[in-house]
């Protein structure tokens, strides 16, 4: 439930003299590759997009028992959720470095909006479920 308002809120809002700017993931995702920010653009839109919409949608699937899938593939699913679960506070943290850079310095006022508290949520609760997981589940028979 969280996922749509990390994507379309407002995650920054920039102040610089006297114009004011924000901007959600996807808007700064389009500027990026706008402005040819390609590699930068791509890392943005693999970290905050692909990988937690890839996450929770194998979480979803490992939550419930599965005629689709076997044992074997679960397994693989859950090693993979556990692998891409590492990158999902990247994105955060280029925002907080962000504020940070700018708040050294006197010309810009860079603040964070409510997008960035709910993609937060959306990190930590996917963590969460991660290691709430019972890997074991998988090989029990349902």
Not at 32 to 53: R, T, Y
Not at 92 to 106: I, N
Not at 134 to 139: G, R, S
Request: contains cysteine.
């Amino acid at each position: 439930m969280l996922y749509p308002l990390a994507i379309g809120l407002p995650i920054l809002r920039i102040e610089q003299l006297g114009h004011v700017h924000a901007s959600n993931i996807w808007q700064g995702i389009v500027e990026l590759f706008a402005e040819g920010e390609l590699l930068v653009g791509l890392v943005v839109l693999v970290c905050s997009l692909v990988i937690p919409a890839l996450k929770l949608l194998a979480m979803l699937v490992l939550a419930f028992p599965s005629t689709v899938l076997g044992p074997e593939h679960r397994a693989l699913t859950y090693r993979l959720v556990e692998w891409i679960g590492r990158w999902g506070m990247v994105d955060v943290l280029l925002v907080a470095v962000l504020v940070a850079l700018v708040k050294l310095g006197s010309w810009a006022e860079v603040q964070p909006g409510p997008g960035l508290m709910a993609f937060t949520a959306v990190v930590v609760l996917s963590l969460l479920s991660t290691a709430a997981f019972d890997p074991h589940a998988i090989w029990e028979e349902s």
